[in-house]
C-alpha cells in the first residue's frame, strides 16, 4: 500500500555534503514514522535517524551535529542533509516507514524503499 523511493545519492569527497530524500505514496494518513537506514559493504543495516509522525527526530550517535531529517507533508517527502560526511558514511541508505514512532530495528518498519547509494572518497 505504501511505497517509499530515496533518491540523491551519489559521489562525495570525505567532508562534503549530500541531500537524500525520501518519496512516499500511497497512505492514507500522515500517522507514520520514517526513518533512515544504511548498509555498508560485509555489515548489518543500521538505523542512522528517524522522525515521527509529529516531527520529533532522533540520530544515531556518530551523525549527530552532522545529520539533519525533516519532513515536507506538502511533498510527501523526508530528507536527510548529510554534512561533514566521513569514510563511515559509505553504504546504501534506505528509507523505511512505520506507523507513529521511530523505531532502531529495521524489522519494525513493514514498509522500505529501494536504497540509494552514497559513496564517501577520496
Known amino acids: 500500500q505504501l511505497q517509499l523511493v530515496e533518491s540523491g545519492g551519489g559521489l562525495v569527497q570525505p567532508g562534503g555534503s549530500l541531500r537524500l530524500s525520501c518519496a512516499v505514496s500511497?497512505?492514507?494518513?500522515?500517522?507514520?514514522?520514517i526513518g533512515w537506514f544504511r548498509q555498508a559493504p560485509g555489515k548489518e543495516r543500521e538505523g542512522v535517524s528517524c522522525i515521527t509522525s509529529s516531527g520529533e527526530t532522533n540520530y544515531m550517535q556518530s551523525v549527530r551535529g552532522r545529520f539533519t531529517i525533516s519532513r515536507d507533508n506538502a511533498k510527501n517527502t523526508v530528507y536527510l542533509q548529510m554534512n561533514g560526511v566521513t569514510l563511515e558514511d559509505t553504504g546504501v541508505y534506505y528509507c523505511g516507514a512505520r506507523v507513529w514512532g521511530c523505531s532502531w530495528y529495521r524489522v519494525q518498519y513493514p514498509y522500505w524503499g529501494q536504497g540509494t547509494q552514497v559513496t564517501v572518497s577520496s
Open positions: 500511497g497512505g492514507t494518513s500522515d500517522s507514520y514514522a
